[in-house]
């Protein structure tokens, strides 16, 4: 991909579906969205059609076509509905709230799966412009929420953009099925690295 292609693709923004017009539809697209979430997570992005989700669905592969335009607008959907979902939880709305418990977040299980749609989009990203553009939104948008939560560190856009590279790394190593250490020596190793980026 040409320099010229980079920057035209970084320019794109992410075209979001239309808001559902009725409860019903708004009651279809929720479980859309929840059952290409599943498949995507059980078989990956690339293993999963629009027609494998609309017979999961139950539903003509064009009703599904009228939520969403193109399977790469509904993976991002079905990440940030994810994201939205996970930031309702008591246990991580209480973890926001203690810096220590807040690093777990990068690597606890209830997480696990965001971090493999996020492998997938990354992956996907490289050939779909549409994904690059909604993973780059909900990047800027998750950039902002954790440069705000390390603001008393001396760089906190690098702070930042290592908590993304890590977390983005874990679910790599999630993603091929390889094991994690003890949780209790990757929270210190964690801890050392992001504290040797915040001391003055």
Do not use: C
């Amino acid at each position: 991909m040409s320099t010229s292609t980079d920057r035209e693709a970084a320019r794109r923004r992410f075209t979001p579906p239309p808001p559902p017009r009725t409860p019903k539809a708004a009651g279809t697209r929720r479980r859309l969205l929840d059952l290409a979430a599943r498949l995507f997570i059980e078989r990956g992005y690339s293993a999963v059609s629009m027609n494998d989700i609309a017979a999961a669905a139950d539903l003509t592969k064009g009703a599904l076509y009228g939520h969403f335009r193109s399977k790469g607008q509904l993976l991002v959907e079905v990440i940030r509905w994810k994201h939205s979902e996970r930031e309702q939880e008591p246990d991580f709305v209480a973890a926001l709230a203690d810096p220590e418990r807040g690093l777990d977040l990068m690597y606890d299980r209830a997480g696990r799966d965001i971090r493999l749609l996020d492998v997938d989009a990354a992956a996907a990203a490289r050939h779909d412009p549409d994904i690059a553009a909604g993973l780059e939104e909900i990047h800027r948008e998750r950039h902002a929420w954790i440069r705000e939560a390390v603001a008393d560190a001396s760089d906190p856009d690098t702070v930042t953009w290592l908590i993304f590279a890590l977390s983005l790394g874990i679910g790599m190593r999630e993603a091929a099925g390889t094991s994690s250490p003890d949780t209790g020596r990757l929270h210190t190793a964690l801890r050392a690295a992001l504290d040797s980026l915040s001391e003055h």
